[in-house]
């Protein structure tokens, strides 16, 4: 398996525009994560959905963010508009719903707003 | 609420010198631990898992784990450290929501920077 694949490993944005993060989970693992990092806050969940439907969306920041899942093998988290304290790391994972799963985590976008 | 406390920011040790890395968790119920390590520039790779059972967990890379209840603690522990194991290292903990004992929503630790001297 490929592991979980973000898309873009880099992104480098102006204040104010929009930024859209890719993520394909490992196949067959029902549940998706969205997490940030960064120095001030270490890592933190941003929003996690169980087959495609959002559950707990409580650590999204604010209106800015949205993520989807429209189907099981992709999901997006998008910032409109972005700003430079939205600069940070950027990780989705992945995890199959027994009892001994595990999330597994992709490389991470690194994202930077001037 | 659930919490994951490593006391530790950074550590340094020598090559070949054994290491143990502190992990203390706030939690009602039975935990679900995790330790993750993370390289320069990269994602996090499971280390190591605890569910239940034997209270010493064996890991990749020749770590391990100690469950210890009444102590609240979930230590790292390496028996002699290697130049490539200088990383970042995280515990976590599984919130455990929605009537599952294992959710994979994980609350992580501030994380343990390991040097490694020559």
């Known amino acids: 398996d490929a592991g979980v694949i973000q898309s873009p490993r880099h992104e480098v944005t102006e204040m104010g525009q929009e930024v859209t993060l890719r993520c394909k989970p490992i196949s067959g693992h029902d549940y998706l994560f969205w997490y940030r990092q960064t120095m001030m806050r270490g890592l933190e969940l941003l929003i996690y959905?169980?087959?495609?439907?959002?559950?707990?969306d409580s650590g999204m920041p604010e209106d800015r963010f949205s993520a989807k899942m429209p189907n099981a093998s992709f999901s997006t988290l998008k910032i409109q508009p972005s700003e430079p304290r939205d600069s940070a790391v950027y990780f989705c994972?992945?995890?199959?719903?027994?009892?001994?799963?595990?999330?597994?985590f992709g490389p991470g976008t690194r994202l930077t707003v001037t | 609420a659930q919490s994951v406390t490593q006391p530790d920011i950074h550590i340094t040790v020598s090559e070949g010198a054994s290491l143990e890395l502190r992990c203390n968790y706030s939690y009602g119920a039975t935990p679900y631990l995790f330790w993750y390590v993370q390289s320069p520039g990269q994602g996090l790779q499971l280390l190591l898992k605890?569910?239940?059972?034997?209270?010493l967990v064996q890991g990749i890379k020749g770590f391990e784990a100690e469950f210890k209840r009444s102590q609240s603690s979930f230590n790292l522990r390496k028996p002699s450290v290697h130049w490539s194991d200088a990383a970042e290292y995280f515990c976590?903990?599984?919130?455990?929501?929605?009537?599952?004992?294992?959710?994979?929503?994980?609350?992580f630790g501030q994380g343990t920077t390991l040097q490694v001297k020559p």
């Open positions: 605890y569910f239940s059972g034997d209270t």
């Open positions: 976590a903990v599984d919130s455990g929501e929605h009537g599952s004992s294992n959710t994979g929503k994980l609350i």
């Open positions: 959905f169980n087959n495609n439907v959002p559950i707990d």
């Open positions: 994972a992945s995890s199959f719903s027994t009892g001994t799963g595990f999330p597994d």
